[in-house]
């Protein structure tokens, strides 16, 4: 059982820069491609971007592409998203996730997910 913890989340204005973290307590991280979904209030968990097991592979939304950034930290069990230029429709829970498929952007495809941190871009 992997159990991912999610840290970072706020609230900023447009334009502004968070990076979100997400330790997870499995030492066997490495195994696992991660990624990052979000939710906003009343709408389904969308994709954002995943990152592969050693991280030489990523692919991000469209929506995002350009402003965030997937990395990872095997040494740390943690993987990260650098979410630059941010918008208000950037706001929604984030949640991160693990998946033992080498790279998937279905929300069905990830094993482990983490409860969330709140991000909220005022305009």
């Known amino acids: 059982q992997v159990q991912l913890v999610e840290s970072g989340g706020g609230l900023v204005q447009a334009g502004a820069s968070l990076r979100l973290s997400c330790a997870a307590s499995?030492?066997?991280?490495?195994?696992?491609?991660m990624g990052w979904f979000r939710q906003a209030p009343g709408k389904e968990r969308n994709f954002v971007a995943i990152?592969?097991?050693?991280?030489?592979?990523?692919d991000y939304a469209d929506s995002v592409k350009g402003r965030f950034t997937i990395s990872r930290d095997n040494a740390k069990n943690t993987v990260y998203l650098q979410m630059n230029s941010l918008k208000p429709e950037d706001t929604a829970r984030y949640y991160c996730?693990?998946?033992?498929?080498?790279?998937?952007?279905?929300?069905?495809?990830?094993?482990?997910w983490g409860k969330g941190t709140l991000v909220t871009v005022s305009s």
């Open positions: 996730a693990a998946s033992g498929l080498s790279i998937t952007t279905r929300v069905g495809g990830m094993d482990y």
């Open positions: 499995e030492r066997t991280f490495g195994s696992y491609s």
């Open positions: 990152i592969s097991r050693l991280g030489g592979s990523t």
